[in-house]
């Protein structure tokens, strides 16, 4: 099989899978939409135009420069993810390239987001990452911290708070991520309830390769999927 069918084959998996998890769910509406992000870290721009010529809109990358380097010759349209932990000074780059931050964590952060946004004459979109694991090998804030950025987020400018995003652990058992996505659906319906004035609250960004389905049936509507559409990475080497 070559490497269009494969991915093409991929994405009509993932896609089924996502349907049959809607109907799966029981606290949310099945008919609530999800939007998937093919996350290509690390995979080359002719897969990218093949996932985008299947249908695919939304784009996910975790570094800047890749994500840069791929729009100059990707020759598609498509909507930008930032899904990766961006540094204070790369901010203005971030902003330039992406349509959605999803990895917000702290008020400085948003703030440097708000300074180079001013910059290029725009509101940047943005989600808050969420830590609700408490993991300290990965980015996020955590819930109790939560109230107070959402506050001052929403006095930004040129930021528009679009909604949140989080990682579960790697458990082996997928099914211990459920309640931690449950939890993380109660507090995305819960600022939608007492939505920020100038907030957009829209997105529930969780689910990945392993765990997408669960996330789905507990709420999420956009999940972001890399090797379950291109297959492992294919990392560089770097000669000597």
Same mark, same amino acid.
């Given at each position: 099989?070559?490497?269009?069918?494969?991915?093409?084959?991929?994405?009509?998996?993932?896609?089924?899978?996502?349907?049959?998890?809607?109907?799966?769910?029981?606290?949310? *509406?099945?008919?609530?939409? #999800?939007?998937?992000?093919?996350?290509?870290? +690390?995979?080359?721009?002719?897969?990218?135009?093949?996932?985008?010529? =299947?249908?695919?809109?939304?784009?996910?990358? +975790?570094?800047?420069?890749?994500?840069? =380097? @791929?729009?100059?010759?990707?020759? %598609?349209?498509?909507?930008?993810?930032?899904? !990766?932990?961006?540094?204070?000074?790369?901010? @203005?780059? $971030?902003?330039?390239?992406? =349509?959605?931050?999803?990895?917000?964590?702290?008020?400085?952060?948003?703030?440097?987001?708000? %300074?180079?946004?001013?910059?290029? !004459?725009?509101?940047?979109?943005?989600?808050?990452?969420? +830590?609700?694991? &408490?993991?300290?090998?990965?980015?996020?804030?955590?819930?109790?911290?939560? !109230?107070?950025?959402?506050?001052?987020?929403?006095?930004?400018?040129?930021?528009?708070?679009?909604?949140?995003?989080?990682?579960? *652990? +790697?458990? =082996?058992?997928?099914? %211990?991520?459920?309640?931690?996505?449950?939890?993380? /659906?109660?507090?995305?319906?819960?600022? @939608?309830?007492?939505? *920020? *004035? @100038?907030?957009?609250?829209? /997105?529930?960004?969780?689910?990945?390769?392993?765990?997408? $389905?669960?996330?789905?049936?507990? !709420? $999420?509507?956009?999940? %972001? #999927?890399?090797?379950?559409?291109?297959?492992? &990475?294919?990392?560089?080497?770097?000669?000597?």
């Amino acid at each position: 099989m070559s490497d269009d069918m494969m991915i093409r084959e991929h994405l009509r998996s993932v896609r089924a899978e996502i349907a049959a998890a809607r109907t799966r769910r029981t606290h949310v *509406p099945p008919d609530a939409p #999800v939007e998937l992000i093919a996350v290509t870290k +690390n995979h080359p721009v002719e897969a990218m135009r093949t996932a985008i010529d =299947d249908g695919v809109m939304n784009i996910g990358e +975790n570094r800047i420069q890749e994500a840069l =380097d @791929k729009a100059e010759n990707l020759e %598609r349209e498509v909507k930008w993810h930032l899904i !990766g932990h961006l540094q204070t000074n790369k901010a @203005k780059h $971030a902003v330039r390239q992406f =349509d959605l931050i999803h990895s917000v964590d702290s008020m400085r952060l948003a703030r440097e987001i708000d %300074r180079a946004a001013e910059k290029f !004459g725009k509101v940047q979109n943005i989600l808050v990452q969420v +830590n609700l694991a &408490r993991e300290v090998s990965k980015s996020g804030i955590y819930r109790e911290d939560l !109230g107070a950025l959402l506050t001052d987020v929403d006095r930004l400018p040129h930021v528009r708070l679009q909604g949140f995003m989080c990682i579960a *652990p +790697n458990y =082996d058992d997928v099914e %211990r991520c459920r309640p931690l996505f449950r939890d993380m /659906y109660e507090l995305f319906q819960e600022a @939608k309830e007492t939505e *920020p *004035p @100038k907030a957009d609250i829209r /997105y529930l960004s969780m689910g990945m390769t392993h765990d997408y $389905a669960i996330a789905v049936e507990e !709420g $999420a509507n956009l999940v %972001r #999927v890399g090797t379950g559409i291109f297959g492992a &990475r294919q990392y560089q080497t770097v000669g000597v």
